[in-house]
């Protein structure tokens, strides 16, 4: 059995990779892929161009893969916000040329496709936990392309498309950038920890509440999906979400209470989103319903094991 996984170099792409080898051994042959060729090469994947229409569908033709996990995408918002071109290529053109692709070449393919809970945008002012009923209402570069993604790969599913539509929450974990609120708090950590840094901890609003994950727990799912693939029906939807919220100032809480050193905490007004809804909570009943899948890791662990990544990214770059 191929799967073939789009953007498989990046922060949930190597954990994914991990959660295919967990669910299927050595009964999946794994085809990872990577837009950079001297990146690629460097790693052994093979490079792809999601954006690139006649390589997608070269790839496809040539690979006849069993379902491709579609992990490809700008990684942040605020990424999406400084080049909203790129953004509508790679998220939108980027999942047509692969759906395309797949219906044209490989039709017997089902494609997973990962957006993002970030679509639901205004509707979660309400402050309830939002399950797949909620209206998308995208408030930004990276919401409004992830839904216009998610809606026409909803529109091809009429037309024969095996998919399964993802909106993740938010999720974090070892490896993951400094653009993203938990990382970048462990990795000032990690920096006054190595005497690198003065002891101040610069924040932006800390009374936002989140609903996270551990990447890993994430990534699972999405292989999970693969597993059930013949049960779950084209075009389903599946938020994957913890259920809680948790307050950006708790998460640091816990963090600093796992430093070596007295830090102090100030605001930074460059880093404060005047735009924030202050609590954002999914609902994955269903994912949990049909794929039998929840979340196993505390996310105590999940912080202890983002500073200990970040002293070592920090030990080993004199960052």
Request: net charge negative.
């Amino acid at each position: 059995m191929h799967v073939l996984i789009t953007g498989g170099a990046g922060f949930v792409g190597s954990h994914v990779v991990q959660a295919l080898r967990q669910v299927f051994g050595d009964r999946a042959d794994l085809i990872v892929t990577s837009k950079g060729a001297a990146h690629a090469d460097a790693k052994g994947l093979h490079t792809l161009d999601v954006t690139d229409r006649e390589a997608v569908r070269g790839a496809i033709e040539h690979w006849q893969p069993a379902h491709v996990i579609h992990l490809a995408g700008v990684a942040a918002p605020r990424a999406a916000a400084a080049d909203p071109d790129l953004a509508w290529r790679v998220h939108v053109f980027g999942a047509l040329n692969l759906a395309h692709a797949i219906l044209d070449k490989a039709p017997h393919c089902q494609l997973v496709h990962v957006g993002s809970g970030l679509i639901y945008g205004d509707s979660a002012r309400a402050g309830v936990p939002l399950d797949e009923s909620a209206v998308p209402a995208p408030l930004d570069d990276y919401g409004v392309t992830k839904a216009a993604a998610d809606l026409a790969i909803g529109a091809l599913a009429q037309r024969g498309l095996r998919s399964v539509r993802f909106r993740p929450f938010n999720h974090t974990g070892p490896g993951q950038s400094e653009d993203f609120v938990v990382p970048a708090f462990a990795m000032q950590i990690a920096r006054i920890e190595a005497g690198l840094a003065e002891p101040v901890l610069r924040v932006g609003n800390l009374d936002s509440e989140r609903d996270f994950l551990d990447v890993r727990d994430v990534a699972l799912c999405y292989a999970l999906a693969v597993a059930k693939a013949d049960s779950i029906e084209p075009g389903t939807i599946l938020n994957v979400a913890s259920g809680k919220a948790l307050r950006i100032g708790s998460i640091l809480d816990m963090l600093l209470s796992l430093a070596t050193s007295r830090i102090k905490v100030e605001p930074d007004p460059a880093r404060m989103r005047a735009s924030d809804i202050q609590r954002v909570v999914g609902d994955a009943s269903r994912a949990q319903n049909l794929l039998g899948w929840k979340p196993s890791y505390r996310f105590e662990q999940t912080l202890a094991d983002i500073l200990d990544d970040s002293r070592h990214r920090v030990a080993g770059q004199g960052l």
